[in-house]
């Protein structure tokens, strides 16, 4: 990949149980971003809507990324030391975390809401072990009111939205980890 190029949606999506390409209609498909928070003047690309947490070590203004996957340092931290040296203590560990720090882990790719900086959907430059919130806007529901991201009973109504509803929980009120069951 090229620094500074951006991959697009193909009208078609590979359906991996039947075995055979489908039609994918743009039309139907739902950006990351509520409708309010849009990134202003970018097109919904896989750059800037999918690659932050489907790749890791991912470089927002270079658009390009360390590894095509997630991989391990997208939950640890960067882990040339720790490669290195093999010592546990190079790395970010979400279990030593405060309960927020570790639930903010998975709030990078599992919430919806924007960055404060550059208005994206994703918390740009977020490491493990920041808390989520010091770098995003996280979307939070209006209690009897359907929005196109929540419904009225507070919860969520698309998908990558578990760590609002976790922190709405019983299970968030306990502080419990996500990593305590997951």
Known sequence: KKEGTDYCFIPFQYNLKDQ???PFLYAEWEPLADAKQQIEGKDYTWNN????CHTTGYDYEKKTYAELSVGCERCHGPGGEHSRTTDKEEIVNPRSLPVDRANSICAQCHSRG?????HSPFPVGFLPGDDIKNGMDILS???GKNTTVFWGNGMARKHHQQYQEFVQ???GAMALACI???
């Open 169 to 171: 929980s019983r299970h």
């Open 20 to 22: 055979r390409w489908e």
């Open 180 to 182: 305590d069951c997951h």
């Open 141 to 143: 529901p209006v209690l």
């Open 114 to 118: 924007t960055d404060k900086n550059n």
């Open 49 to 52: 809507l999918c690659a932050p």
